[in-house]
């Protein structure tokens, strides 16, 4: 587009013209580059320059969270699962030595088995051929607790009868 200077207009007798060049949506002098707003300038308005790195920085805060607090899930499963395998282990130890060698002969076994498997035994008890054993597993900040039973099933209250 071309407009006249105030040093002269056509017709004025040979005086000097100045040529202004302006951009589509933008102010005079502006040549459309990234100085001023770039693609999403409208209208001359510059108040949301640089919201796209906010945004982004942002969305990566949000996103570290998350992932940490799916670890973090992850980290309590596993050492609820470690616990609970280590229980079990050492319940089926304490059961299979207590019938012969008594009571504190199993819990020894029991606590054998479940240092073996990275547990400690909290409690145990033999009752008659059933051993009782609660065993905990420290995995970062978690210590889950978990208790296991074993012995032969007829020795077992509440269980459904062995199928033949």
Sequence with gaps: M?????AGGPGDGGGAVTLRIRAPGGRDGDRGGDRGGGSGDRGGDRGDRGMATVWT???ACVLCVVFGAV???GQAVAA?????GAADLAALAAAGRAAL???QDACDAAARVAGAQGAAVVRCSVRGDVADVTATVRVGPY???????AGPAEALPGLPA???
């Design 101 to 103: 060698w008594g009571e």
């Design 80 to 84: 609820r699962h470690r616990a609970g």
């Design 162 to 164: 062995a199928v033949p």
């Design 143 to 149: 210590a889950p607790v978990v208790r296991a039973r």
């Design 57 to 59: 920085a942002f969305a």
């Design 71 to 73: 670890l973090a899930l």
């Design 2 to 6: 071309r407009e006249p200077s105030a």
